[in-house]
């Protein structure tokens, strides 16, 4: 067992635990936030992805001794007191989801987009998003969804 | 006038197995279909809250529960809301007139007096002081249905053919909503080890390197060929699984070999055939005759989340939570696998990733209650691995689609014959009168695989032959069903069955018989096609594309069209693409006729979802076989229609609201791989009937360059 020390969600954590073990695991079974899902364990689905240091990085994989120190963000805490960020928001508005599966891990890589370029076209969403599958064929709302919450956002800058 | 009753309502026929009026203002609705990433839940709360009156919002939906819900077989067919819609808007309708009926009397006015607003009474405009929750003890739904009571129209709908959003969504955007996250305290984390083909038996297994890769304690289950590994972390299981696959030595058994699927292997397996002649004539002596043949390989489902299913066996009772789209048949065969009275079993659906027809949900259901009954007292929680759902999920069946048309002196067919080559359809729990679960074919002491495997009747739909029947007129149509019974892999319903192959296969022929006759092809379907609708959905999509630049080289633009099972929705697509080496999707049109649209949002969404996998499978996807096992083990080796290839899409519904609703989940498969098929043999001037169409299939087809077989009848 080790000791590791991050920041998650804006807060300091500490976690006594296998240093080798994926962030995934940590974060669903040790520190009981399960918005980040397994999808395949292998970097390849994107189901996973997290902000570490604010680049979008999947968690499924990476032994959480290498996040000593780093910022790590998730979906639950893209949400500020309660109040959905307005990607989530323009999710429900475009309806982006059918088993919604792959949508936590989506939502993690907009943010990173729109953060970087505040109006992105069509080609730049789906180039921020292409490595995630969606196997429900949402591809167009998503997409949509987030060329939205970019308007939106740009708005209230 | 008493309405016919859906089978749902047959089989369940009292009110109060769907309809409770419950504390707090809310409305119990219970139903035996489940939500799969379809949106049912929805639907099914706008059809209730509209014969109700009662707010959306008060709806509790019980849902695919064995103690509490009404028992309706699979949630499969796009068959949801046609069946347990109609049935729920007919026991909504009754339940509210029984209780107008009681307050009409109360009060002793007329029913016409009475009307009710989100559940309240009001008499002549003003509140009675009355609602469902205040009289439900005065009012007994314990009492059949009669399908007598009168249902409201479409001008009265206010949730009915609206676009409301989804009930379920915002909780799966913001953290927790899935079965996988299910997370008991007294949780024990199991991972199974697969067989690596059906029949193997295994020899030996390196517990030693088993358990020194775990990095934590765990337990080794064994009985017969099924393993199950089991810790407190799940990352011990984990690991644990993942050794094994190496660790594990197999005999016996019968991997399928390396061309499994492809179209000369498929004619090659023993087969049960059956001859179906409708209509009656055939083409004179020397008229023209065409031939091709069409293919499809195995596909896999592909869900995001592998799957998952928890169990607990206390006190001789066992509890299953599981994604299972059939709750009540895994409910009996859990019992016979597991030699429990199905009475001390109960299954509850829990949401899972998207499923697109039979996967391994209900194999994970077995692998939890199996090592639950031999762990007695923890809360087993079991989720498979990626390279399991890659290589031990059921498969969607190849196919082999051959068809000859004899043509008239207006070259339109005369005689038309379709003859198929297939794997059954359908292998769920139950079916063949057998379990049909992975981890009970694994005990030594399984039952010996049935003597008969049978596909989906014709009547229900057909598997193998779903859509095999073409919609155009035709004076002689004959079906010949190969049905190939005894094949190494492990088929099941895959979203459209059977329907993707013939559609696809019918719709390129169309295209290639105009191309003889010289006409437009969409001219020359709507001179075969009689049915208005069909005719209509055709003509939208045609008119919708036209608009679009298809000047550009290399673009083209093709038409497939169906209605799905010849009775559920129809739908006409028209693809764009531009080839080069690959095909590139870059638009589609569709066209719907779906009758009355209960969401019409949450059916666009269906649609669409279903043109881009259909676009996935057309373009890309394919299972290939080495070493007795299905090729590719992760993403990487199987790859699907990423975000940067996906078309844009329009979609139109035909108004309808007066016909009854037609189920749509499925109906884009077909349509939209036979346009993008019609496309692609347009912007290239050859051919391609093999799916998919890949750049290594394009190369060999522009290298042999041939049109269909034609000749002259004898």
Known sequence: MTAIEFILNGRPVHVDTDSTKPLLSVLREDLGLRGSRFGCGLEQCGACMVLIDGEPAYSCARAIEMLAGRTVITVEGLSRDGALHPLQQAFLEEQAGQCGYCVSGILISAAALLERTAKPSRAEVAAALDRHLCRCGVHNRIIRAVQRAGAVMAARK | ?714
């Open chain 2, 1 to 714: 006038m008493t309405n016919a009753l859906p089978q749902s309502l047959i089989d369940n026929p009292r009110l109060d197995q769907w309809i409770a009026f419950a504390e707090g203002g809310r409305v119990r609705l219970a139903t035996g279909k489940v939500e799969i990433g379809q949106g049912v839940l929805t639907a099914l709360a706008q059809i209730a809250g509209d014969e109700l009156d009662v707010a959306v919002e008060r709806f509790v939906l019980v849902s695919g529960e064995t103690p509490a819900s009404p028992a309706e077989g699979f949630t499969s067919g796009s068959n949801s809301i046609a069946v347990s819609g109609a049935a729920i808007r007919l026991v909504c309708a009754e339940v509210r007139e029984l209780f107008l009926r009681h307050v009409a009397e109360q009060l002793a006015c007329a029913l016409g007096d009475l009307t009710i607003a989100d559940g309240r009474f009001r008499r002549g405009g003003r509140d009675t002081g009355d609602d469902y929750w205040s009289l439900c003890h005065a009012v007994d739904l314990a009492r059949p249905a009669t399908g007598s009571a009168v249902i409201k129209q479409p001008s009265d709908y206010s949730l009915v053919a609206h676009s409301l959003p989804r009930l379920d969504l915002p909780a799966k955007i913001t953290g927790a909503a899935f079965i996988h996250d299910i997370a008991p305290d007294d949780v024990l984390h199991a991972r199974m080890l697969r067989r690596p083909w059906r029949g193997a038996r295994l020899v030996a297994l390196d517990e030693t390197a088993v358990r020194r890769a775990a990095g934590a304690p765990i337990d080794v289950l064994r009985e017969g060929d099924l393993v199950a590994f089991t810790a407190d972390q799940e990352i011990a299981v984990m690991r644990a699984s993942a050794a094994a696959r190496a660790a594990a030595v197999w005999d016996g058994g019968a991997p399928p070999p390396a061309d499994a699927g492809d179209t000369d292997w498929l004619m090659r397996q023993p087969a049960r055939d059956r001859v179906v002649d409708t209509g009656s004539g055939e083409g004179a002596a020397g008229n023209r005759v065409v031939e091709a043949t069409y293919s499809r390989r195995f596909l896999t489902y592909g869900s995001i989340g592998p799957s998952c299913a928890l169990a607990e066996f206390r006190d001789g009772a066992l509890k299953v939570w599981t994604h299972s789209q059939g709750v009540f048949a895994l409910r009996q065969w859990l019992a016979r696998t597991l030699d429990l009275p199905p009475e001390r079993i109960s299954v509850f659906h829990r949401q899972g990733a998207g499923c697109y027809g039979h996967n391994s949900a209900d194999d994970a259901a077995f692998d939890a209650a199996f090592v639950a009954t031999r762990v007695a007292g923890r809360t087993v929680r079991v989720q498979w691995t990626r390279e399991d759902e890659f290589t031990a999920a059921p498969l969607g069946a190849a196919m082999a689609v051959k068809l000859r048309a004899v043509l008239d002196a207006d070259m339109r067919p005369a005689d038309w014959t379709i003859e198929i080559w297939s794997p059954v359809h359908a292998q769920r729990p139950g079916m063949n009168g057998t379990a049909n679960l992975l981890g009970a074919e694994a005990l030594r002491r399984a039952a010996p695989p049935p003597e008969r495997i049978d596909d989906v009747p014709d009547a229900a739909g057909g598997g193998a032959t779903r859509n095999a029947q073409a919609l155009y007129d035709l004076p002689h149509h004959r079906l010949v069903h190969h049905l190939l019974a005894d094949v190494p892999v492990r088929t099941s319903s895959l979203r459209g069955l059977g329907a993707y192959a013939n559609v696809f296969a019918i719709e390129s022929f169309m295209d290639e018989l105009a191309e003889l006759a010289g006409e437009d092809p969409v001219a020359y379907r709507l001179s075969l096609l009689s049915d208005p609708r069909a005719r209509r959905v055709i003509e939208t999509a045609a008119e919708m594309a036209s608009r679009a630049d298809a000047t550009r080289a290399g673009r083209a633009q093709g038409l497939g069209f169906a209605r799905y099972k010849n009775r559920a929705a129809y739908m006409a697509a028209m693809a764009e693409v531009e080839v080069n080496e690959e095909v590139r999707l870059t638009r589609v049109w569709a066209a719907v006729d779906a009758g009355l649209v209960i969401n019409p949002d949450g059916a666009a969404n269906q649609i669409e979802g279903g043109i881009i996998q259909a676009a996935s499978w057309a373009l890309k996807e394919q299972v290939r076989f080495a070493d007795g096992q299905v090729a590719a083990t992760t993403w990487n080796g199987y790859p699907i229609l990423r975000f940067s290839e996906v078309p844009e899409i329009d979609i139109r519904f035909i108004a309808a609201p007066h016909e009854a609703p037609l189920g749509l989940g499925e109906a884009a498969i077909g349509p939209t791989a036979a346009a993008i098929g019609n496309a692609v043999a347009r912007a290239l001037g050859v051919r391609l009937r093999d799916l998919p169409l890949t750049r290594d299939r394009i190369m060999m087809t522009l290298l042999r360059e041939d049109g269909p077989v034609t000749g002259r009848s004898p």
